[in-house]
């Protein structure tokens, strides 16, 4: 895979070492905010060979590209383009460990991934779906180019609790 970087932002794909650090990234806020949470390490490394075998797979047949992201060669987080539909469109994920939020570095991550996505897909649109009271994904979101489409209300279900997500995309 090609070197994937603006300054002191990369991205690579995710090696079976990587499970310490990514089991690591979930605080309790990120928790609160992602779809797929590591209940344990086992998990976490589960989720990692799911990664691995899809590298494997052909582009046209890939669901799933992760990548994570580094801030000056260090683990920072990560970012993942999943329900991949070749020619079509992808989802899109993204956490950032908390030491390193509000640096800028998911939007710089997402500067560098999105054309690199679009063009390895071939794909028509991207989207995410965030929790309305995510206020620091939505900026992240609007400030690398996705546009607000709308509100699903009550999607989501956890512990008996309902929510909203607002599904942002981005086209080509
Ligand atoms: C969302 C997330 C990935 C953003 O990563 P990041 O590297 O900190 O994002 P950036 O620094 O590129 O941009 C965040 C923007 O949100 C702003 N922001 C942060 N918290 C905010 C808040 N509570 N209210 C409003 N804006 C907020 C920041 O100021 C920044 O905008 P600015 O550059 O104009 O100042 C990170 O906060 C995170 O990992 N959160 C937990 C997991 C999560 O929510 N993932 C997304 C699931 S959809």
Aim: charged share 35%; aromatic share 14%.
């Amino acid at each position: 895979m090609k070197s994937l970087k603006i300054g002191e932002v990369s991205l690579r794909h995710f090696k079976e070492s990587d499970a310490k650090p990514y089991f690591e990234s979930f605080d309790e806020w990120a928790k609160k905010c992602m779809f797929f949470v590591p209940k344990n390490k086992q998990e976490t490394k589960k989720k990692i060979r799911e990664y691995l075998k899809e590298y494997k797979i052909p582009a046209s047949k890939r669901k799933i590209d992760a990548f994570v992201i580094e801030f000056k060669g260090e683990f920072a987080g990560f970012m993942i383009a999943r329900k991949i539909i070749y020619k079509h469109q992808a989802r899109t994920t993204s956490l950032i460990k908390k030491e390193f939020r509000g640096k800028g570095i998911a939007t710089k991550a997402h500067k560098i991934l999105n054309p690199y996505i679009f063009k390895k897909y071939k794909l028509k649109r991207m989207d995410a779906g965030v929790r309305t009271y995510n206020k620091a994904s939505v900026k992240m979101l609007e400030k690398s180019g996705y546009q607000l489409e709308g509100c699903l209300r009550k999607i989501i279900c956890v512990d008996g609790k309902y929510y909203d997500n607002y599904i942002y995309s981005i086209i080509k």
